[in-house]
C-alpha cells in the first residue's frame, strides 16, 4: 500500500482494536466514531485522525458503514488473504501457541514447527513433526514464508531472529522476554505478560 512507511505505528496497532469492535456490530449498520471511541475508551478524535491517514471512510454526522469500513481496515492490515508462519521453540509456550485456533480463525497458519533439542525433533504438535531448527532457513526459503514466531528463552532469542531475518521473515512476533535487534524494514512486536503485570501492579498499591 503506497504510504504505508509514513503512517505512525501506533496508528496501524490501534487499527486491529477497531476492526475487532466493528466485527460485533451488524454488517448493514453505521457506527459513529463517537460510539466507537465509547466501545473502546478511545477519543473519538483520535479515531478520526487514525482513520484520516487511509482515506475517507465515512461522511461527518452520518457515521461509518459498517462492513464497508471492516472490509476496508482488513485490506489496509493486509488480512484480506491468508499468511502462513514459521513457530520456533516447541516447549509449552510453543505448544500452545502451535494449537491455538484463534490464529487460523483469522488467516495465519502456523505451517512448519522448529526446535534444536533433540527429544522433541520428530515428534508431533498441532499437526506439524517439529523439525530441528538447523532446517530453518531452508524450510522459511523453500515455502516462501514471512512471518515467524519465537517462544525459545532469552538467551536463544537474537540468534533465532537472526536465521529468520537471513532467511527472508519481515514480521516476528517474539515472545521470548528480551528486546531484538533486526535490521530496518523487519516488523518485531512483542509480547511479554510478565511486564504486563508489573505495570498494572503499580495500580494496586494501597489495596
Request: proline share 3%; glycine share 12%; hydrophobic share 45%.
Given at each position: 500500500?503506497?504510504?504505508?512507511?509514513?503512517?505512525?505505528?501506533?496508528?496501524?496497532?490501534?487499527?486491529?482494536?477497531?476492526?475487532?469492535?466493528?466485527?460485533?456490530?451488524?454488517?448493514?449498520?453505521?457506527?459513529?466514531?463517537?460510539?466507537?471511541?465509547?466501545?473502546?475508551?478511545?477519543?473519538?478524535?483520535?479515531?478520526?485522525?487514525?482513520?484520516?491517514?487511509?482515506?475517507?471512510?465515512?461522511?461527518?454526522?452520518?457515521?461509518?458503514?459498517?462492513?464497508?469500513?471492516?472490509?476496508?481496515?482488513r485490506e489496509i492490515l493486509g488480512l484480506d488473504r491468508e499468511w502462513?508462519?514459521?513457530?520456533?521453540?516447541?516447549?509449552?509456550?510453543?505448544?500452545?501457541?502451535?494449537?491455538?485456533?484463534?490464529?487460523?480463525?483469522?488467516?495465519?497458519?502456523?505451517?512448519?514447527?522448529?526446535?534444536?533439542d533433540p527429544a522433541k525433533i520428530g515428534r508431533r504438535v498441532g499437526?506439524?513433526?517439529?523439525?530441528?531448527?538447523?532446517?530453518?532457513?531452508?524450510?522459511?526459503?523453500?515455502?516462501?514464508?514471512?512471518?515467524?514466531?519465537?517462544?525459545?528463552?532469552?538467551?536463544?532469542?537474537?540468534?533465532?531472529?537472526?536465521?529468520?531475518?537471513?532467511?527472508?521473515?519481515?514480521?516476528?512476533?517474539?515472545?521470548?522476554?528480551?528486546?531484538?535487534?533486526?535490521p530496518e524494514g523487519v516488523q518485531v512486536y512483542q509480547i511479554d505478560?510478565?511486564?504486563?503485570?508489573?505495570?498494572?501492579?503499580?495500580?494496586?498499591?494501597?489495596?
Open positions: 500500500m503506497t504510504g504505508r512507511k509514513k503512517v505512525p505505528r501506533i496508528v496501524v496497532q490501534r487499527l486491529p482494536l477497531y476492526l475487532r469492535v466493528l466485527s460485533t456490530l451488524e454488517e448493514g449498520s453505521k457506527v459513529t466514531s463517537q460510539e466507537l471511541g465509547e466501545m473502546l475508551g478511545i477519543s473519538s478524535a483520535q479515531i478520526r485522525k487514525d482513520l484520516s491517514y487511509f482515506g475517507g471512510f465515512g461522511k461527518q454526522g452520518t457515521g461509518y458503514q459498517v462492513g464497508f469500513l471492516r472490509g476496508k481496515l502462513e508462519m514459521v513457530l520456533v521453540g516447541v516447549g509449552d509456550l510453543g505448544h500452545a501457541i502451535a494449537r491455538y485456533g484463534g490464529f487460523k480463525k483469522e488467516g495465519f497458519h502456523v505451517v512448519a514447527a522448529f526446535d534444536d499437526g506439524l513433526e517439529i523439525m530441528d531448527v538447523a532446517l530453518l532457513p531452508e524450510v522459511v526459503n523453500r515455502m516462501g514464508l514471512r512471518v515467524g514466531i519465537i517462544a525459545v528463552p532469552a538467551s536463544s532469542a537474537q540468534e533465532v531472529a537472526a536465521a529468520m531475518v537471513t532467511s527472508g521473515i519481515k514480521a516476528i512476533l517474539n515472545y521470548a522476554p528480551v528486546a531484538l535487534n533486526v505478560p510478565l511486564v504486563g503485570l508489573q505495570s498494572m501492579t503499580h495500580y494496586l498499591e494501597g489495596f
